[in-house]
């Protein structure tokens, strides 16, 4: 037996290799051989999915899949040729994607509604468009002219002549007016923004017009890089930004000048951690005071000073839970946080104490899984991407340690790429790296997918309940991972082994019941309650 060797992951970066139980395809070889078209970008558009990708023809462009190869082709050369579009981002707004793109006359600002012909410039001029937010019906957007114009605020209503800017933050300057956190008042049905006009980070709103909008507050200093996003709760907005002593705190709005104030303070709203609103609560990782003892940990907030509290000490003591990419499913919370013992791995919470959890250890002990990139994907499970300390897997999960379980290896070489991954009538569409074809487009049926069993034939463990030696059995030799796995999701007993008989001394685990997961190199899985006695 011997502990598993520690191995770095970064986020949200994975590679890919096609063995074990679950059968990935390659759903098109876009640039042919190995050479890489690197997919990415993926947004579904009624039952298709666009994406930007690269060939040697046509250079990187827009193209569109529904899912099957014959389906899947360049939507539109817009920069002819082998010149790239350089399209960074698509934004869905109803049932039109926009995006930037450049073309030899320039760069400007596109449409498309998933056909060739309609895809067509809207207007150009732009050196760079981003954060569409639509309110009331009016598309708005922050967008670059030229060195005179950085990150002003734009409208659209899809036509040249309704394409205006509609205000200049910063005329006549070579500075950036910051414009970002774009969203829609919740009270007035306006557009709600942070920017800087000279003067400083202030809460903006408008109404479209250029009369329309003026600021709501100034936000004392706070630079552009520390004002949190926006999030709407129960009809208010909240953000994080400096309060007049220069203490970062949460701050709220009803969208008039009165109604903007300090919520609470002092308080520090990480920027690793996001704020999300689920059914009406905002979870986020915070700070109460910048050395309350706790570190960053798990926070939540009804909008009101007494629900606005923290749920519970990750990671105990002043180290740092850093909890985030939050996720609602099936009626819990799940997210990534890290702990002294587990490292960083795959939590769930249902608002309360005794109901926050870690699900899976993935890679047990205190090295880290890194599980950013899992998704839910509208089906049954969530599909999480996660190192184990020998490979980098897609597993997929029920939401309980029992019901978590590996069916993709991704780790056939040693490149790294941006994984990406969008469902499509129960196929998972992304983007990875093989030796043969470079980083190209795959797809994964997720109504086949199950975990591959140890036989009862393969393997035998007793006894069950177990006191002090657990005896593993196998027919033939499996190169295996075992995990013993306590009732809180804590892996508290790891091992690895290639020989038919193997024994646990597990004598100094408390009593109590347990799960057992064994996980072999070649796809195959066993799990079983334990009782320690």
């Known amino acids: 037996m011997r502990k598993i060797p520690q191995l770095f992951f970064g986020a949200f970066l994975v590679v890919l290799t096609v063995k074990g139980q679950a059968q990935a395809t390659l759903l098109k070889d876009i640039n042919p051989g190995s ?11 009624g039952d298709n999915i666009l994406f930007m990708a690269s060939d040697d023809a046509n250079g990187r462009e827009l193209w569109i899949t529904d899912g099957t190869e014959a389906g899947t082709s360049l939507l539109k050369d817009i920069y002819p040729g082998t010149a790239n579009s350089n399209i960074p981002l698509l934004y869905k707004i109803g049932e039109t994607v926009y995006f930037y793109a450049s073309t030899l006359s320039g760069g400007g600002l596109w449409k498309t509604d998933g056909t060739a012909i309609g895809t067509v410039l809207v207007k150009s001029g732009f050196t760079s468009v981003t954060r569409f937010t639509e309110v009331n019906g009016t598309i708005f957007f922050e967008a670059d002219i030229n060195n005179n114009n950085f ?7 899809g036509t040249t002549a309704g394409t205006v800017q509609v205000k200049q933050m910063r005329p006549n300057s070579f500075y950036n007016s910051y414009t970002s956190n774009l969203i829609a008042s919740p009270v007035s049905g306006e557009l709600l923004f942070t920017a800087d006009n000279g003067t400083g980070m202030a809460l903006w709103k408008s109404d479209g017009t250029t009369a329309g909008t003026f600021t709501l507050k100034y936000l004392y200093n706070t630079p552009q890089y520390l004002v949190r996003p926006l999030v709407e709760l129960n009809g208010e907005v909240f953000f994080g930004a400096f309060n007049q002593s220069g203490v970062e705190s949460l701050w709220k709005t009803n969208g008039t000048p009165v109604g903007t104030v300090v919520f609470k303070s002092p308080y520090r709203l990480p920027a690793t951690s996001g704020i999300k609103n689920i059914d009406n609560k905002l979870y986020f990782g915070g700070y109460e005071q910048y050395s309350d003892g706790y570190g960053e940990e798990l926070w939540t907030s009804d909008g009101t000073l007494s629900g606005t509290y923290m749920i519970r000490d990750i990671n105990d003591g002043s180290d740092n839970g850093s909890p985030y990419n939050f996720l609602k499913f099936q009626g819990n919370i799940y997210f990534s946080a890290s702990t002294v013992n587990e490292g960083r791995e795959f939590w769930k919470t249902d608002g309360t104490f005794a109901g926050t959890e870690l699900v899976y250890d993935f890679y047990p002990g205190g090295s880290s899984s890194y599980p950013l990139t899992y998704t839910n994907t509208g089906l ?15 597993y997929q999960s029920d939401g309980t340690s029992l019901g978590t379980s590996s069916v993709l290896d991704l780790s056939e070489t040693n490149n790294v790429v941006q994984f990406s991954i969008t469902n499509l009538n129960e196929i998972l569409i992304f983007s990875a790296e093989t030796s043969a074809y470079g980083t190209e487009l795959w797809k994964l049926d997720t109504s086949t997918l199950s975990s591959a069993n140890f036989d009862k034939q393969e393997m035998a463990v007793y006894p069950n309940p ?31 082994s290639d020989a038919l008989e193997t024994k646990l001394d597990v004598s100094t685990l408390a009593n109590g019941l347990y799960i057992l997961v064994i996980n072999s190199k070649d796809g195959k899985m066993y799990k079983q309650k334990l009782v320690k006695k």
Do not use: H, R
């Open 380 to 394: 049954d499970k969530i599909y999480i991407v996660a190192n184990n300390g020998n490979d980098i897997m897609l």
């Open 35 to 45: 050479a890489a078209s690197n997919p990415s970008g993926f947004t579904q558009l």
């Open 151 to 157: 990150d002003e605020l734009w409208k659209t209503d």
């Open 466 to 496: 177990v006191s002090t030696e657990l005896n593993i059995k196998l027919s033939s030799s499996k190169n295996y991972l075992c995990q013993v796995i306590n009732q809180l999701g804590q892996t508290v007993f790891v091992c690895e």
